[in-house]
């Protein structure tokens, strides 16, 4: 079944990379989730790193539910923004500092297209096979530094098979490695019509990839749904907790963070949510070179549900934030007379930086400096609000856990 639904996705040759206003590797998926993604494990990966380097090796990465090699990718696109200019190479974790990258994946489709992109590199490798029964590695192979899952791999996971493949990848590792794992978010605003008061053992949603298929041919496609686990900080501590217990090493969870709060793939299908916006489209339009993007269509609409309170707090306060910004971003572009708004700290140092470069492109007259300057710019700062204003507690499309093992 979700081999079914994942082979119609890549019939719409959306799957290929790469891509900018649509599909799998879009702008946003490019420039904004995997750079939220890159800032979190920023840390973790300098210290595998580090580790690594003083016992004069390579890093070596496992990577679960790898599909054609997107860890590798995400992994060795990591900056470092404080690098010096003097710094030839500001990537945390460059391919020549990796001496092993296994990727392992169920769709022999996906591994065949990792396979033909990386085939000059030997340190690159891909297997196929299946984490349903723990951890899929060869006997003999060496322990790997980081253990890795992204994209919502771990959601096709029951909590028991999460469980005994986190108790394997603990039992497998050295003491110090890292695991990321990635689950679809509990309280997504993207599935606002799923949210629950509690969030039971083993809940699903039944998901589908409509997102890829054009709005007007929608209505004609048959979409095969398959269930995906739900998350939250809590059931991802049980978790943790539990294969702790059934491995002789301890495995202690360090950080959650979210990702797609606002913009995620089902921003703009309507399939979870009955108010659909068109958020993605519309930051893909503004990462865009060149491309001009009617600013009036960024704001978000927040729809508060009855019953969550916590969760409307939590939404309103990055909605504010966001739209505060959109709306000063305006004003700033058609007069330069015009107050910051008031907030939070975040907001007000996104605000001086957006004045800044509105000012900036004013006096040096750059062609088409909205297109390609401040639009981008724009898109960066609603990137910063998710990144420091988020709780990680499930309330985005994926929460990510970044786990030791002890």
Not at 150 to 173: M, P
Not at 209 to 228: A, C, G, R, V
Not at 360 to 367: F, G, P, Q, V
């Amino acid at each position: 079944m979700v081999n079914k639904s994942y082979e119609q996705a890549q019939s719409t040759g959306l799957y290929e990379k790469p891509a900018s206003l649509r599909g799998k590797y879009d702008n946003v998926r490019r420039f904004w989730e995997d750079e939220i993604t890159c800032l979190f494990l920023k840390p973790y990966l300098e210290g595998i790193r580090r580790q690594a380097e003083s016992e004069e090796r390579g890093v070596r990465i496992l990577d679960l539910g790898c599909g054609s090699g997107d860890g590798y990718e995400l992994l060795t696109s990591v900056a470092d923004r404080k690098a010096g200019p003097e710094a030839s190479d500001n990537r945390v974790l460059p391919g020549n500092a990796i001496e092993r990258y296994l990727g392992i994946d169920i769709n022999p489709g996906l591994l065949e297209q990792g396979r033909a992109v990386f085939r000059k590199n030997e340190r690159v490798q891909f297997q196929e096979g299946s984490f349903s029964e723990g951890l899929p590695v060869d006997e003999g192979e060496k322990p790997f530094d980081l253990y890795l899952s992204t994209y919502g791999t771990f959601s096709h996971c029951t909590d028991s098979v999460a469980t005994k493949l986190l108790a394997d990848i603990a039992g497998h590792a050295d003491k110090g490695a890292i695991v990321v794992a990635d689950w679809l978010g509990w309280h997504a605003f993207e599935w606002q019509d799923l949210w629950t008061e509690t969030l039971a053992e083993d809940q699903v949603m039944q998901y589908i990839i409509s997102y890829l298929t054009d709005p007007d041919e929608k209505e004609n496609m048959e979409f095969e749904p398959f269930e995906l686990r739900l998350m939250n900080k809590e059931t991802i501590q049980n978790i943790v907790n539990n294969a702790s217990e059934q491995s002789a090493k301890g495995l202690k969870l360090l950080e959650t963070f979210d990702r797609s709060v606002f913009i995620g793939r089902h921003m703009e299908t309507g399939d979870y949510f009955s108010k659909p916006q068109p958020l993605r489209r519309v930051m893909n339009s503004l990462l865009e070179p060149g491309r001009r993007t009617p600013l009036e269509q960024a704001f978000v609409e927040y729809a508060p549900r009855e019953g969550f309170k916590a969760d409307n707090n939590y939404f309103q306060r990055i909605v504010q934030c966001w739209n505060s910004l959109v709306q000063y971003t305006l004003e700033l572009m058609s007069s330069q007379h015009v107050f910051p708004p008031s907030g939070p700290p975040a907001l007000q140092r996104a605000a001086s930086t957006m004045q800044q470069l509105v000012q900036a492109t004013a006096i040096l007259d750059l062609e088409d400096a909205r297109a390609n300057i401040i639009e981008p710019q724009l898109t960066y700062l609603l990137r910063g609000f998710e990144a420091e204003l988020q709780e990680g507690e499930g309330r985005a499309h994926g929460i990510v856990a970044v786990m030791q093992v002890i």
